[in-house]
């Protein structure tokens, strides 16, 4: 690690939580002679790249703010330099800095830098509301506010796999969600297809969610995980309400997938170019009675699989009067398999928008899983 990048780490861990761009910024200056530099984070629509202190949004596909976004790599254009703000991952947005000469050495050493910025924001964004206030273009509901929260984060890469999901409408989601954890040997993965309206359906998914994670973090097999979470949405809410969703675990030094489905959104796998929907045991949905008894099913993934959960707001995402259903569903997905997780789900949800002209209004949550082999 060169000095410079040493000093701007050390700048960002010492700068207070909501001053991290204009903190590790006096520093660039001092050891790059950057004279401008601000932070464009990526909205909840994945639409629009939003400045967090001045200047205008980025829209337009192609410019090179978002070809850094895509394509994950600096890009040059005249003295200005955009750095994808990323950890683990998770796109958060873009670092633009200027100027910044046509220097490898140099380039490297700030795209090291916007890195570390990425994961000091993942470390204080709890702390502070003002990134979170920044990459909102409008508005959030109640309950979409209650859901973002709820979420693990957007996107997850892992040797062994790559992982994207997304809520719409975006700014106005109430009760469909997805959640996932891994460690060196499983990747746990819950998609769920919320019920009701408002604040009422961010609740319920809210204890789904957290009964999953409190199971999951005893150990509980991913049956057991269900019978758990069923139990707890039962107990509060006595059978009148109960919701949908898919639980999935994956062996990451085999590939064997386990999957639980609970009156689940439908999976999807998408192999060799073929596009195929995974048959599952139709199991209850969580909370629908008591002490429901659940089943594992077992599906042995390949090397380069993809796997898109996809809610009922998806299917039945209606535009003309004509529903976007199957048919549409698959030729799109067929399209995706040169596209990285994110970009795969960013371009569906963009499909879905175009189809109805507009925002979705009925929930959907789309979560796309890549599995690139097992990894030592």
């Not at 994950?72 to 003295?79: E, I, T």
């Not at 639980?260 to 009675?289: H, I, K, N, Y």
Request: some cysteine.
């Amino acid at each position: 690690m060169s000095e410079p990048v040493g000093r701007a780490r050390r700048t960002l861990n010492r700068t207070p939580a909501d001053d991290l761009v204009g903190g590790v910024g006096d520093e660039l200056a001092r050891s790059y002679g950057i004279t401008d530099a601000e932070l464009y984070q990526v909205d909840y629509r994945l639409a629009e790249l939003l400045p967090l202190t001045e200047g205008d949004p980025i829209t337009g596909a192609g410019q090179p703010a978002w070809r850094a976004f895509d394509h994950q790599s600096p890009v040059l254009a005249d003295d200005t330099a955009w750095f994808p703000v990323s950890m683990r991952g998770e796109r958060r947005g873009v670092l633009r800095l200027t100027p910044v000469p046509d220097d490898p050495t140099i380039v490297g050493e700030l795209a090291d830098i916007a890195t570390a910025l990425a994961h000091e924001l993942a470390a204080v964004s709890a702390g502070t509301d003002v990134y979170r206030t920044a990459r909102r273009s409008q508005r959030l509901t109640l309950a979409a506010e209650m859901q973002w929260d709820l979420l693990p984060g957007r996107s997850r890469i892992r040797p062994s796999f790559s992982l994207a999901g997304q809520l719409e409408p975006a700014y106005a989601v109430r009760g469909d969600s997805f959640d996932w954890a891994d460690d060196r040997q499983r990747l746990w993965l819950s998609t769920i297809n919320g019920n009701g309206e408002g604040v009422a359906a961010a609740l319920l998914t809210a204890l789904a969610t957290h009964a999953l994670r409190n199971a999951r973090r005893a150990g509980l097999s991913l049956a057991d995980q269900a019978a758990l979470a069923d139990q707890a949405l039962y107990d509060e809410y006595r059978g009148q309400r109960h919701l949908s969703a898919l639980l999935m675990e994956v062996d990451l030094r085999t590939g064997v997938l386990t999957v639980v489905d609970a009156g689940s959104p439908r999976l999807v796998l998408l192999r060799d170019g073929d596009v195929t929907e995974q048959p599952l045991e139709a199991q209850f949905p969580l909370g629908m009675f008591e002490a429901t008894d659940y089943h594992e099913q077992r599906i042995t993934l390949e090397r380069g699989d993809r796997l898109f959960v996809v809610s009922d707001g998806v299917l039945d995402a209606t535009g003309r009067d004509v529903r976007y259903g199957e048919t549409a569903l698959d030729r799109f997905l067929r399209r995706t398999g040169s596209l990285e997780p994110l970009d795969a789900v960013r371009s569906l949800i963009g499909d879905l928008r175009a189809f109805v002209s507009g925002d979705l209004v009925d929930d959907a949550v789309v979560v796309c899983l890549d599995w690139t082999g097992p990894h030592p």
